[in-house]
Structure formats: C-alpha cells, structure tokens
C-alpha cells in the first residue's frame, strides 16, 4: 500500500493514485456524501466549453471528470501521470483520448487549448506554481482556466465540524470502502496545509493568469478559481 506525504514525491503520488484507481468513483462519491457531483456541475458550468472547443483536463483521473465536457460537443483530452487512473479511465469511457503527462511538463504545444481545468488534482502536484505555468503555456490567447480544489470553509463553526469530520471520520470510513485508506490520511493532511482561496488567486496571478477570481462552493469546502490568458 502506498500514500504520498507532504513533500509529494511525484513517484509516491503517482503510486497512491494506481492502488486507489479502481475503487477511487465509489470512495469519492461515499466519502463526499454525494457532493462530488454537485462540484463536479459547477466545474462544467464555469467552463461553458462549447462544441467543437479544445479543452485540457489535467489531472483527470479516470476521467470522470472530463466526460461532461464531451458530452457538450467539446474535445476534451484528459491528462494523467497516473497509468492505473488512465488505464481505469479507459475501461470505462474508451471513447475519451486519454493521454500520458506530467503537469508540470505537459505534452502539448504552445496556445492549443480554449480552456484548461483541473479538478482535486493541483494540490497533489509538488511544484503548483510550475503547473499553473504550463497550464497558461497551452492555453490560447483569451483562453481560460478552471480550477476546482478543496479549500478552507470561510465560516467558524462550518470549519470546526469540517475539521473534526475530515481528520477524525475520513480515514475510519476510507477503510470500508476503499483498497487503501492510508491514502485518505493523505488527503486530509494535504488539504490542511493546501493554501487558503485567496492565496491560490495570488499563485495564479503571480503564474500570469489575467482576471483571477474563485467562487466558494459548500462553504468553500471547495473553491472554484477562474482565470483568462491574456
Ligand atoms: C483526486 S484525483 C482527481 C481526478 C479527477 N480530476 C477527478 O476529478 O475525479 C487527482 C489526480 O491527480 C493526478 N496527478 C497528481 N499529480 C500529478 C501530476 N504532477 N501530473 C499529472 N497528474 C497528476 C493523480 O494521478 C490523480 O489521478
């Protein structure tokens, strides 16, 4: 069994993903209680692709969260460093062009994408001020980014039961119905020290990003950041 730790090795990342792979919908869904597809709504809206628009998935895991955009006509290539994700993705939707890539040296040519999003993914990568370079390098003039990361509730007494729920009931639950709960320490660990809705906006922006705003969705459990190539 594998988990990363704070200094997110990308072997050690990349590792936990594939041991989690298989199981990584059902536990998201379950440890969520039922939220994820809520976010994941919200992520499609702030995208808008429209049909026949180029649109980057990094970090797209299985691929659940790229199939919307090609149900709304988009090319959607989801992006992964994980092989176990991607070869999961592929069973499930062959459709999609699942494609190899490390964030922080995507495999893609310069200005090629009308919108660019990453979903519960930048906060596992170790360099973010790197990636979020590389998602401006492909991204077309006028392009936009999405990203779509857990944050910090903005009100007291939501943040204290967040905490208490997070650190205490994830792991416990994680146990029962995933392939590796260490995994889910991981999580909540991560997303502790993950930079609050302000500083991300600041990360973009210092990365180039033009028009930076976010969005707080249940509380800013999770945060939506937008942002346009100049
Ligand atoms: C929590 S999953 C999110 C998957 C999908 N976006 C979703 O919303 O379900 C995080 C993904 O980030 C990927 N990841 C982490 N660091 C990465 C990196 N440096 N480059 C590419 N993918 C990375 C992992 O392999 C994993 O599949």
Request: proline share 7%; aromatic share 8%.
């Amino acid at each position: 069994m594998t988990r990363a730790s704070l200094d997110k090795q990308p072997h050690e990342v990349a590792a936990m993903f594939d041991d989690v792979a298989p199981k990584y919908d059902l536990t998201n869904d379950v440890l969520s209680l039922g939220q994820t597809r809520l976010w994941r709504k919200a992520v499609v809206r702030a995208v808008d692709a429209r049909p026949g628009e180029r649109v980057l998935d990094l970090a797209a895991g299985t691929g659940t969260s790229s199939q919307p955009f090609a149900a709304a006509g988009a090319y959607v290539v989801p992006c992964d460093f994980s092989l176990g994700m991607l070869r999961e993705g592929r069973k499930r939707q062959p459709h999609l062009p699942f494609t190899a890539g490390d964030a922080t040296r995507l495999p893609f040519a310069d200005g090629v994408f009308d919108a660019v999003t990453i979903s519960f993914g930048l906060r596992n990568v170790q360099d973010t001020d790197a990636a979020l370079a590389e998602l401006l390098r492909v991204t077309k003039p006028g392009g936009r980014v999405v990203i779509c990361e857990f944050s910090h509730p903005v009100l007291a007494p939501l943040r204290t039961v967040y905490t208490e729920y997070l650190m205490r009931a994830l792991p416990p639950i994680a146990t029962t119905v995933c392939s590796n709960p260490d995994a889910y320490v991981y999580l909540a660990e991560s997303i502790r020290a993950w930079p609050d809705q302000p500083a991300l906006a600041a990360r973009l922006q210092k990365a180039g990003w033009s028009k930076v705003a976010w969005r707080n969705l249940t509380g800013g459990i999770v945060a939506l950041h937008r942002g346009v190539r100049a």
